[in-house]
């Protein structure tokens, strides 16, 4: 949900560095599109030790409630310092 609801942010501001709104992204089109596995995106550089949830590509996604907090938390922190 928190991707889909800024899906029409800018690339070219979101970047592909791995960060937060890159996560999310992953996420949901894991959950979308491949049945809640974690799969990788060409235009992500994606580092699992650098992430807030720390899934690995061909995990299956399981998000606690601090796992999501923590995300949620970032992705919106993102957003003020990116556009706002």
Same mark, same amino acid.
């Given at each position: 949900?928190?991707? &889909? $609801? #800024?899906?029409? /942010?800018? &690339?070219? !501001?979101? &970047?592909?560095?791995? %960060? +937060? #709104? %890159?996560?999310? /992204?992953? =996420? $949901?089109?894991?959950?979308?599109?491949? &049945?809640?596995?974690?799969? *990788?995106?060409?235009?992500? %550089?994606?580092? +699992? *030790?650098?992430?807030? @949830?720390?899934?690995?590509?061909?995990?299956?996604?399981? !998000?606690?409630?601090? %796992?999501? @907090?923590?995300?949620?938390?970032? #992705? #919106?922190?993102?957003?003020?310092?990116?556009? =706002?």
């Amino acid at each position: 949900m928190l991707d &889909r $609801c #800024f899906v029409h /942010r800018s &690339r070219t !501001l979101e &970047r592909k560095d791995g %960060n +937060p #709104f %890159n996560e999310v /992204r992953m =996420l $949901c089109n894991s959950l979308l599109q491949n &049945r809640g596995v974690i799969t *990788a995106d060409k235009t992500i %550089n994606h580092d +699992p *030790a650098k992430s807030i @949830v720390k899934h690995q590509i061909g995990d299956e996604i399981q !998000l606690t409630v601090s %796992n999501f @907090v923590s995300l949620s938390r970032a #992705f #919106f922190a993102e957003i003020e310092k990116k556009h =706002l």
